[in-house]
Nanobody, 114 residues
């Protein structure tokens, strides 16, 4: 089992940037890590993740603007978000997946003003 804590959310103007961090309580090297988000009244959706082969996968809506990265030595996963848009406003969650077991953080709010 792994505990995840997200940080780095906040209020930013459209066009701005934020960097989200996800700190894990144990080594993440064996987990498939990803970032998801949930806007008010909408379902939780994938933003970015690492595939089982170690490559990255992005939602079409964030391609070219967001970058997921990880530092296994520090048990950290990051989401660099550039050129933010009001439609990026949501609670962002970190997820760790190991086989069929999924672990989630508590989320961090990102609000983008127009």
């Amino acid at each position: 089992q792994v505990q995840l804590v997200e940080s780095g959310g906040g209020l930013v103007q459209a066009g701005g940037s934020l960097r989200l961090s996800c700190e894990a309580s144990r080594s993440i090297s064996i987990y498939r890590m990803g970032w998801y988000r949930q806007a008010p009244g909408k379902q939780r959706e994938l933003v970015a993740s690492f595939t089982s082969g170690g490559s990255t996968n992005y939602a079409d809506s964030v391609k070219g603007r967001f970058t997921i990265s990880r530092d296994n030595a520090k048990n950290m996963v990051y989401l660099q978000m550039n050129s933010l848009k009001p439609e990026d406003t949501a609670v962002y969650y970190c997820k760790a997946l190991l086989f069929q077991s999924a672990y989630w953080g508590q989320g961090t709010q990102v609000t983008v003003s127009s």
